[in-house]
């Protein structure tokens, strides 16, 4: 089992969205070459770019796993359980370090379909991977420390990682990787309200992505609580409390907080063990 980043080879199975994500962030950090990347997909014609890019692409799962230390699994919930069943024969668990990003499969189910003891680690990013930029969280089942090192020492340098318990990555699925689509919708609400103002489309949407950026970074480096820093602007009869509790009376903070406990909630269904899936 390889330990050392710019010695492993990573397969990449099931390359949409957030494998897609992870493959640009990996070459764009420059932690690995395209060439040390095997990348699959159903309709490889979705892989056109990748493969112009120096990727290595193709369709078949188990040959992409025997030329790789490191697998991703990347796709649906509901296509896992006939990946694993294609791959199993392959996987060496003294070799492979295999990393599941398919929402609300836990370890104990992956590890009871492909067998062995293989180092399986859940991780859970965003699409903001692809520019170093994720919020990734990490769990693991058998104490495996250097896989978990290593894994967590990839998405350290593709955005920031938390391991945290298994019990709490389909709260994380919510609130990171569902989350990254509720903050852009709230960007694209203040651009609107930005435009009704006077503002052309693309100012208002600079305007208020710049904002939100810093907004972010207010918090993430100086590690302040949201509401310290909203009462640096709020000034009493001021236009900042005035413009917020007019949101809070329409309800914002608390529709904010419905949606992700609802994604939370369909997240933890999305994907079926095999015996389950078998008798529906």
């Known amino acids: 089992m390889t330990m050392n980043i710019s010695d492993t080879r990573i397969a990449i199975l099931g390359t949409g969205n957030i494998g897609s994500a992870i493959a640009r962030g990996l070459v764009s950090a ?5 060439g040390r990347i ?8 979705g892989l056109s770019d990748f493969k112009r890019d120096g990727y290595l692409v193709g369709t078949d799962n188990a040959e992409a796993l025997r030329n790789a230390d ?6 649906t919930p509901q296509q896992l359980n006939t990946l694993l069943s294609e791959i199993k024969g392959v996987l060496d668990p003294r ?9 609300g499969a ?7 379909q492909l067998g062995g003891e293989p180092a399986i680690i859940r991780a859970m990013p965003n699409t903001a991977i692809a520019i170093r930029e994720s919020m990734t969280c990490l769990s693991t089942d058998n104490g495996d420390a250097r896989a978990l090192a290593l894994v967590k020492t990839i998405f350290d340098s593709l955005g920031k990682s938390l391991v945290i318990e298994e019990g709490l990555m389909v709260p994380a699925t919510a609130l990171c990787a569902c989350g990254i689509a509720f903050f852009l919708r709230s960007i694209r609400a203040a651009s609107q309200g930005g435009i009704e103002i006077g503002f052309h489309a693309e100012e208002a949407l600079l305007m208020a992505a710049q904002t939100a950026r810093g907004a972010a970074s207010l918090l993430a480096e100086a590690g302040n609580h949201p509401e310290r820093e909203v009462d640096k602007v709020t000034t009493p009869q ?4 005035a413009g917020l509790n007019q949101m809070e009376h329409y309800g914002f903070s608390s529709a904010l907080i419905r ?3 609802t994604s939370a909630e369909k997240a933890a269904v999305l994907y079926a063990p095999k015996e389950k899936r078998t008798e529906s």
């Open 30 to 34: 420059g932690l690995l070459p395209a």
């Open 38 to 45: 095997s990348l699959t997909r159903r309709k490889p014609e």
């Open 70 to 75: 490191l697998v991703v699994l990347a796709v």
């Open 95 to 103: 070799r492979h370090i295999v990393v599941s990003v398919v929402s």
């Open 106 to 112: 836990t370890i104990a189910e992956i590890r009871r």
């Open 238 to 241: 001021g236009c900042t409390i």
């Open 259 to 261: 949606g992700i406990v």
